[in-house]
Nanobody, 128 residues
Framework: VQLQAFGGGLVQAGGSLSLSCEAS????????????MGWFRQAPEKEREFVAG????????YGVDVVKGRFTISRDNAKKTVYLQMNGLKPEDTAVYYC??????????????????WGQGTQVTVSS
């Protein structure tokens, strides 16, 4: 599966952004609905950290310390797209945001090594 993230940009603190990640799958490859999907982020000179995940069954998981109820992950299997709605953005949310896919179903969790496919990343910058 190939992933492409969209929606990053520059926003003032307190604002909102909606990221999307579109997947393209090849013929005879697993359906998008079979993948666990996740969002990670990486700020300069920091390790990549888990933001949110949604399993193939639609179960969501959040990096609590990171998002504290401000972010919402969702997916639309018909559109092969996963979304990350980010509200109440803070300067410390500034990072490159990556979407990721894990297979087989149930593989994707909160660790980056549990995901096999990664998008190119989209920059989110929050000004104070």
């Amino acid at each position: 599966v190939q992933l492409q993230a969209f929606g990053g940009g520059l926003v003032q603190a307190g604002g909102s952004l909606s990221l999307s990640c579109e997947a393209s799958t090849r013929a005879f490859s697993p359906a998008f609905s079979s993948y666990d999907m996740g969002w990670f982020r990486q700020a300069p000179e920091k390790e990549r950290e888990f933001v949110a995940g949604i399993s193939w069954m639609g179960v969501t998981t959040y990096g609590v310390d990171v998002v504290k109820g401000r972010f919402t992950i969702s997916r639309d299997n018909a559109k092969k797209t996963v979304y990350l709605q980010m509200n109440g953005l803070k300067p410390e949310d500034t990072a490159v945001y990556y979407c990721a896919a894990g297979f087989p179903p149930g593989r994707g969790g909160i660790r980056a090594e549990e995901y096999d496919y990664w998008g190119q990343g989209t920059q989110v910058t929050v000004s104070s």
